[in-house]
């Protein structure tokens, strides 16, 4: 168990900006950051940093917190997991108390197959480089290929020994259990035997985004036709190959610095790219592009730069895959190597300098690479080129921005030689296509309610209004309370300046309001103000919330919501985060640049604090009144306490004065 001290001096010294900003894309937005949500598919900014603040917010799901909530939420860490994962990054030496076997247990599945991923991934690393058929088969076959001692650890490069069950023999006598060897497909168990999938083959773990181990590549060293060359781990509920890229984690760094990802097929394109200075470059592990992967990129930059090897076949490969690349929304540069080369023969017979001269020179946009290409198979057959013209105005509308689309057709029209409206026209028709209802469907969303539905709704609205007055289901109390909690955390250790309605009685007897200005800590005038009604908060979590607050104004005459933000109670943490953070929701949209101002709300203030206390005395006498009158309902009594209720509605008027409303 991690001790409280390494806890605490995790929080102090994490920065939420620089944690969350290995996984997605940030850009300032005055004294914030914000970039596109790592949990959802969206073309517009909606997740939001606080640094001053040290939170999150995720406004298209509603999640939100600190640094460790988001590796939680993200990483789908445990919490002493994103505790370690920081302590790492930010070099602070853990300090752990002994775990019972009860805590031990708690270990859920999923947590349990990244222990024994991990441990493999140690212990083929450590064969390779401290085993005598580790040092002859496994590392002297990456040395072979150029790779240096840095790179080697770099990738956590491995080799399992060529036996049946070497790996799986250590894991048991080291206590991991077989049902975790098996499913994470370390160990093949059939029967009574069991043996390890990855016997004979150099390893290529591969990490997630924040450095987990989530499966392995494996390559066959000897020659036998009956296996196959490249094995990789089989899905599990940690390992997604479509899901996934070799090497994100190494590069995620440098994408988003260079504002560009480089993508290409094998594992050994990615190593030899890094070790020749291209940081910023992914592998797709030979499998078909998915959405998913590019999803992942896009978190950290909106430019791919796709790498084709010399090939025929690997050419046709990639290019379906951009497809999917313009689909969300990214921009596309294609480098073609010579025939017969990868980028990792290209970089090992090259300098660094060359390399990195050559992808700038080479990079070209996709519409006049995929032209170029494709026209040297149509030549000078017509039916041929009309076929590429569709298929390059097919790419093109996959496109979901239309100023890029027309710029495309444009630069298509120029090369192709072709009319744009001849283009536009088989756009047209494409788009159609894919707006258009197929046979036997309607454009009616099933998921949208029938018009019945909102008859329904009137009607059940209309029958909540009796004698002018309409009673409202929302829960004005829980609104509220949390207003003043929300005051209490933003603003409770301003000073401003109030106004005190005081009574005066003229020489008629007539009782009149007149003002009195005094100065006073928003906190301290909260707390008094609710004091003395002896006022107690309905929801359980703002009670928590406020409680807390003031202990702390009792203390130390000042608030600090960093306790809250971290607060061992996700409910708290989460609806503080959300408060803290809705304030901060108008930058996303950059109003200012439409000439929408924002009142400060500190111009505000005074006049903010007074109505939340006003209207939650409001709310309560109204409360009261409602209490009064169903207890005589309940008695079936018609006495009822006219006095009591006649005070309470005066003191109700006097309120709505306050509040310059009409009762």
């Known amino acids: 168990m991690i001790s409280k001290e390494t806890i605490d001096r995790v929080f102090e010294t994490a920065r939420v900006e620089e944690v969350i900003g290995e996984f997605v894309n940030l850009k300032k937005a005055g004294s914030n950051f914000k970039g596109l949500s790592p949990f959802t598919d969206e073309k517009s900014p909606s997740f939001m940093v606080s640094p001053v603040k040290q939170i999150w917010k995720d406004f298209s799901t509603g999640k939100g917190g600190n640094a460790i909530s988001f590796l939680m939420e993200h990483e789908h860490y445990s919490y002493p997991e994103a505790i370690?994962?920081?302590?790492?990054?930010?070099?602070?030496?853990?300090?752990?108390?002994?775990?019972?076997?009860?805590?031990?247990?708690?270990?859920?599945?999923?947590?349990?197959?990244?222990?024994?991923?991990?441990?493999?991934?140690?212990?083929?690393?450590?064969?390779?480089?401290?085993?005598?058929?580790?040092?002859?088969?496994?590392?002297?076959?990456?040395?072979?290929?150029?790779?240096?001692?840095?790179?080697?650890?770099?990738?956590?490069?491995?080799?399992?020994?060529?036996?049946?069950?070497?790996?799986?023999?250590?894991?048991?006598?080291?206590?991991?259990?077989?049902?975790?060897?098996?499913?994470?497909?370390?160990?093949?168990?059939?029967?009574?035997k069991q043996f390890d999938r990855f016997k004979g083959r150099v390893l290529f773990p591969i990490h997630s985004m924040s450095g987990r181990i989530l499966g392995f590549g494996g390559r066959i060293l000897k020659v036998d036709k009956k296996a196959a060359k490249y094995l990789n781990s089989p899905e599990s509920d940690i390992y997604h190959k479509s899901k996934i890229l070799y090497g994100i984690y190494q590069a995620k760094k440098e994408i988003a610095k260079q504002d560009n990802c480089f993508l290409v097929e094998g594992y050994t394109d990615v190593i030899s790219l890094h070790q020749s200075g291209i940081e910023n470059v992914v592998a797709s592990s030979g499998t078909a592009l998915t959405s998913d992967q590019i999803r992942l990129v896009k978190r950290l930059t909106q430019n791919i730069t796709v790498l084709f090897d010399g090939d025929a076949a690997g050419l046709r490969a990639s290019i379906r895959g951009i497809d999917l690349i313009l689909e969300q929304g990214m921009n596309v540069k294609v480098v073609g190597f010579p025939e017969g080369e990868d980028p990792d023969s290209f970089a090992k017979s090259h300098s660094d300098a060359d390399l990195k001269a050559y992808l700038e020179e080479s990079a070209q946009d996709f519409i006049s690479f995929k032209v170029s290409l494709l026209m040297k198979e149509a030549k000078n057959d017509p039916v041929k080129k009309a076929g590429l013209i569709r298929d390059i105005v097919t790419s093109i509308s996959k496109i979901p921005d239309g100023i890029q689309r027309e710029v495309y057709v444009q630069e298509c029209a120029r090369i192709m030689e072709i009319s744009e409206r001849v283009l536009f026209s088989e756009l047209a028709q494409l788009l159609n296509k894919e707006t258009k209802p197929k046979r036997g469907q309607s454009n009616i969303d099933p998921n949208?309610?029938?018009?019945?539905?909102?008859?329904?709704?009137?009607?059940?609205?209309?029958?909540?209004?009796?004698?002018g007055e309409t009673y409202q289901k929302v829960d004005q109390l829980d609104i509220l309370e949390k207003e003043i909690i929300r005051i209490l955390l933003l603003y409770g250790n301003e000073k401003v300046d109030f106004i005190q309605h005081v009574e005066v009685e003229n020489e008629a007897g007539k009782i009149s309001l007149e003002k009195e200005k005094y100065t006073n800590q928003v906190s301290q005038e909260l707390y008094l103000n609710l004091q003395e009604d002896e006022i107690e908060f309905t929801n359980e979590v703002f009670k928590t919330v406020y409680y807390e607050l003031i202990h702390q104004i009792n203390q130390q005459d000042k608030i600090e919501v960093e306790h809250l933000i971290n607060h061992e109670n996700k409910t708290v943490a989460n609806e503080v985060t959300n408060i803290l953070m809705d304030e901060e929701k108008y930058e996303l949209s950059d109003w200012e640049r439409k000439d929408i101002f924002v009142t400060e709300m500190k111009k505000i203030l005074p006049k903010l604090v007074t109505d939340a206390i006003l209207n939650l005395r409001r709310v309560l006498i109204e409360k009261k009144i409602n209490e009064i009158m169903q207890?005589?309902?309940?008695?079936?009594?018609i006495v009822v306490d006219l006095e009591l209720i006649t005070n309470y509605t005066e003191l109700k008027k006097r309120l709505f004065e306050k509040l310059n409303r009409v009762v």
């Open 84 to 192: 370690k994962y920081l302590a790492k990054k930010y070099n602070i030496e853990i300090e752990e108390t002994e775990q019972s076997d009860e805590q031990k247990q708690q270990l859920n599945e999923r947590e349990s197959m990244f222990l024994v991923s991990r441990f493999a991934s140690e212990y083929f690393h450590d064969l390779m480089l401290n085993t005598q058929q580790g040092k002859a088969i496994g590392l002297s076959y990456f040395k072979e290929r150029g790779f240096s001692d840095d790179i080697i650890k770099k990738f956590d490069l491995g080799y399992c020994k060529d036996e049946w069950d070497n790996f799986t023999k250590s894991a048991l006598k080291k206590g991991y259990d077989l049902k975790y060897l098996a499913s994470t497909g370390l160990t093949i168990v059939k029967e009574n």
């Open 448 to 467: 949208q309610p029938p018009a019945e539905y909102f008859q329904e709704q009137e009607q059940a609205s209309m029958a909540l209004v009796k004698g």
């Open 631 to 637: 207890e005589a309902v309940n008695q079936k009594s």
